[in-house]
């Protein structure tokens, strides 16, 4: 790896190891990463650098431009080593279709991200996507498919063992939303069990403080199911304070709506208009506008007897204002989020487009094109490999070579295509013997087959089974002086590799026992008995 790339790869770590222990970024680091990690640079690694850039914008309110980051983010991840993380890029634009209230187009992203947590094994991303899955059911009341994401969540990072402090509060974040779900299915036993887990994992001062307004909502429904009325109102204070000294509202978007379900549930008024005092300002400053359209709604519906006529106006027309200008803002964002999702899948299907070349491309410098097996080429790479394993693990090596007898005499009587018809019956019927071992044309009419970890009587038993199988097709040869139609001869070695072997030698011992064994009578097999030059 050249320098100039291991110090590009240096700096998405650190960036990736910041966002892990929940500090936050500079806009001026960002760009400092994006103008050294550029594109033409390095365009995998410059995908990651976009990816953190839409963090950033998504953690700043800024919706706009953590879909314009995402987008880029995408369209550069894909197809480069670096293509693990583009599970990440597609979560985060499900997050921000979610926060939309977009929940079906969330779902499809979230959808992506998983493919590429299973293509990967990426377990831990895996949780990730899979609890922001759950919430979005749990917000559409399927509790119990909820219920299933959420288990499997937590199963996955509880096996994982990430202890940054990002996978932290992710966990305990999960766990409270988990614990309201329960609830909601009348399931007390278990969500007694996530209180203890919430209590075992709530040891950072700094980890409980980020996953408070999330923690203190599950123990106020708890604690209202068990008809503790007092201590349930001592928790939604807790997370009232919470919300106060909140930066960023719209990354609890579950946890609020929670929270506002169960203070509106409880008919507690002056509660309820605490919450929207506090809250309203925030989902402004952050132009959340579906959100602070449900906050209007809430206090023209509950808190109109304690407002003046004024008040009240002025409340409804800033209400009817917000509407409005969501909805066109609402309808430019859905077309915004379309289009997003067709370039990406245009991304992805020239990305699937050029796989499929690659794949192609390989696979003919690897295959012999006649007959579908592997080709000398590969075949060499492959003993060099497999010698050394072999004599590493003391495994036995065996090698077959065979050709075909009086080759030249049915090309000149029948025709070369007739030569093609008995040099592909002889692959066809290598591949039926030799199923599990590796075969390959060597040219003309010369194959090899290489087994490892064969005893010699395997090996004899299947190359007299291969010379059987040949003469089956009765493919003619009249000019052959052995017999009237096509015919193999087999020379192999069965061995174990051993100083100062080499795998020339064994290649030397098949080939030369081969060229013995037709010398004396062709159509047979002959193995070489390990007396002479070549082992």
Request: aromatic residues 10%; charged residues 30%.
């Amino acid at each position: 790896m050249s320098v100039d790339r291991q110090q590009m790869l240096e700096t998405a770590e650190r960036l990736n190891q910041q966002m892990a222990d929940g500090i936050p970024y500079t806009w001026e680091t960002l760009e400092q990463a994006l103008s050294f990690v550029t594109e033409k640079r390095d365009r995998g690694i410059h995908g990651r650098i976009c990816y953190f850039a839409a963090f950033y914008h998504l953690d700043t309110g800024n919706q706009e431009q953590c879909l314009k980051y995402l987008d880029e983010s995408v369209r550069c991840l894909l197809g480069t080593d670096q293509e693990i993380h583009v599970a990440r890029a597609y979560n985060m634009i499900g997050i921000v279709a979610h926060m939309q209230n977009n929940l079906s187009l969330a779902m499809e992203q979230y959808g992506r991200a998983l493919d590429y947590t299973a293509k990967y094994n990426d377990k831990m991303v895996h949780s990730i996507v899979l609890s922001n899955m759950a919430d979005a059911y749990y917000l559409i009341g399927v509790y119990d498919r909820a219920v299933q994401c959420y288990r499997e969540c937590i199963r996955e990072f509880e096996k994982a063992g990430d202890d940054s402090i990002y996978s932290r509060i992710n966990f305990r974040k999960m766990l409270s939303e988990y614990g309201c779900c329960l609830l909601h299915l009348d399931m007390d036993q278990e969500a007694m069990e996530v209180y203890r887990k919430l209590e075992e994992t709530g040891k950072s001062e700094e980890i409980i403080r980020e996953t408070r307004l999330a923690a203190n909502v599950f123990f106020t429904y708890l604690a209202e199911s068990e008809g503790h009325r007092e201590k349930a109102a001592d928790h939604v204070r807790q997370a009232v304070m919470a919300l106060e000294d909140m930066r960023q509202v719209s990354s609890e978007y579950d946890s609020i709506q929670n929270l506002l379900q169960y203070v509106e549930k409880t008919g507690n008024i002056e509660l309820l208009q605490e919450i929207l005092d506090c809250l309203e300002p925030k989902a402004a400053i952050e132009q959340n506008r579906s959100l602070l359209l449900q906050l209007l709604m809430l206090r023209l519906r509950y808190c109109s007897a304690q407002m003046s006529i004024e008040e009240f106006r002025q409340a409804t027309e800033t209400f009817f204002h917000i509407k409005e200008s969501n909805e066109m803002i609402e309808s430019n964002q859905v077309m915004y989020m379309l289009e997003l999702r067709k370039r990406l899948q245009a991304v992805e299907e020239e990305q699937r487009e050029q796989t499929k070349k690659r794949n192609k491309l390989l696979y003919q410098s690897e295959h012999d094109e006649l007959t579908g097996l592997y080709n000398k080429r590969s075949l060499n790479r492959y003993l060099e490999d497999v010698f050394e394993a072999c004599k590493l693990n003391e495994k036995e090596l065996g090698i077959l070579f065979l050709d075909i007898d009086y080759f030249k005499q049915l090309n000149d009587r029948y025709g070369h295509g007739k030569g093609d018809e008995g040099i592909c019956a002889v692959a066809d019927t290598l591949k039926r013997i030799f199923p599990e071992d590796y075969v390959a044309r060597y040219g003309g009419d010369e194959f090899l087959v290489v087994m490892t970890g064969r005893d010699l009587t395997y090996a004899m038993e299947h190359a007299e089974s291969l010379c059987a199988g040949i003469r089956e097709y009765k493919i003619p040869n009249e000019d052959s002086e052995l017999e009237p139609w096509l015919t193999i001869s087999v020379g192999g070695v069965c061995a174990i590799p051993k100083e100062p072997n080499r795998v020339w030698d064994f290649l030397s011992a098949a080939d030369n026992t081969l060229y013995e064994q037709k010398k004396e009578q062709k159509g047979k097999v002959r193995f070489y008995q390990g007396e002479g030059k070549y082992l």
